[in-house]
């Protein structure tokens, strides 16, 4: 089946109310993940085709293959496209789908952590490697061990250990990994291996690196979200569980993991006091966007911070085919985030 296209009139008044406008034009590009290093911001986002396969609700029809880098000197600059920096046919292991990326630099290195499906249909993990942030960056030979699933977070804590986030349910696969296994059933539904909506929610998962950033240096463990009163949060709890796209970034001391709640379309986060959480829901940092996806990252430059984000206004709501967006991000006298309607008071 195909999507249809937002209305050319509804489409004019969302994006007159947009908060912000498509960084990128002369390509697709969506998951923004966005790092400063050497006083410039780099972007490092997935870059969409259209590839021509269906659209479904485990995402055939995000058949991405490269990635290109983008810099920009300030919020303000004009955006810089260095080119492809990594592409599927580099990777001897990576058969197709090269999904969110993310990067973190450490003693002059830079390291590309990108999921990609293997040769019998899973998704995995790898890293690439370059002296550059804008690459072209060279990929080992293999995935991470025991790495799964998608949307890879590269995160540093001040005390200079490195954190891998990863994880996204339904064409994510992560829900097939829940005895510890890759469930090779072919599911009829993205419900398929799901809990129960009474039962706690799938988790994203975490693995602090070994000192070299190629390998975990020890087994992923759960990063369990809260409720207010101290318990999981529910598979059936839509609005608030997670789906995809785990980030996490430091602010007064406090760790904020965020993420999208997938199907009800919301960038959320929670607030916990060290890397692993467990994170306290806090809220909405963004709500729906144009198209089907939402994916994020956050920032800081010369002590403001930023949002980095997708919709689908280019494409006139094409959900696979997308444009990387930044709005300023603000914080309350409590440390809370102030919610962020993308288009003003209209809703898409």
């Known amino acids: 089946m195909s999507e249809p296209k937002i209305d050319a009139a509804k489409l004019a008044t ?71 920096a990594l592409s599927v046919a580099d990777v001897p292991w990576a058969q197709k789908q090269m999904w969110a990326p993310d990067a973190n630099e450490k003693d002059g290195k830079y390291y590309l952590y990108f999921p990609a499906k293997d040769y019998e249909g899973i998704f995995r993990i790898g890293v690439a490697v370059s002296d550059s942030p804008t690459g072209p960056f060279k990929p080992q030979p293999e995935a991470i061990k025991n790495s799964f699933s998608i949307d890879p977070c590269a995160f540093k804590d001040d005390d200079g250990s490195y954190y891998l986030y990863f994880g996204g349910i339904w064409g994510g696969q992560l829900q097939r990994w829940r005895t510890g296994t890759f469930n090779a059933e072919q599911p009829e539904s993205p419900y398929a291996f799901l809990p129960e909506d009474n039962e706690p929610a799938l988790c994203a998962k975490v693995a602090r690196l070994r000192d070299d950033l190629l390998e975990f240096d020890e087994v992923p463990r759960d990063v369990v979200i809260v409720d207010e009163n101290g318990k999981p949060l529910l598979q059936g709890d839509t609005s608030r569980r ?107």
Request: glycine content about 8%; proline content about 6%.
């Open 14 to 84: 969302l994006n007159s109310n947009a908060i912000s406008q498509p960084l990128v034009k002369h390509i697709y590009t969506a998951d923004p993940s966005a790092h400063v290093f050497n006083g410039k911001i780099y972007i490092y986002p997935s870059h969409d085709i259209d590839a021509g396969e269906a659209f479904d609700d485990l995402g055939s029809h995000f058949d991405m293959q490269d990635y290109h880098v983008f810099s920009m000197e300030s919020p303000e600059s004009e955006v810089v496209d260095h080119g492809v």
């Open 242 to 348: 997670f789906f995809e796209a785990p980030w996490l970034h430091k602010y007064n001391g406090k760790y904020y993991f965020s993420y999208s709640t997938g199907d009800t379309h919301l960038i959320c986060y929670a607030i916990g006091d060290n890397p692993y959480g467990p994170f306290t829901y806090a809220g909405v940092i963004l709500n729906p966007v144009v198209g089907w996806t939402t994916h994020h990252s956050i920032c800081e430059f010369n002590g403001e911070w930023y949002l980095f984000y997708h919709d689908s206004i280019l494409s006139e709501g094409i959900t696979h085919l997308r444009n990387i967006k930044m709005t300023k991000l603000e914080y309350d006298e409590n440390g809370f985030i102030k919610t962020l309607n993308p288009y003003g008071e209209v809703t898409p």
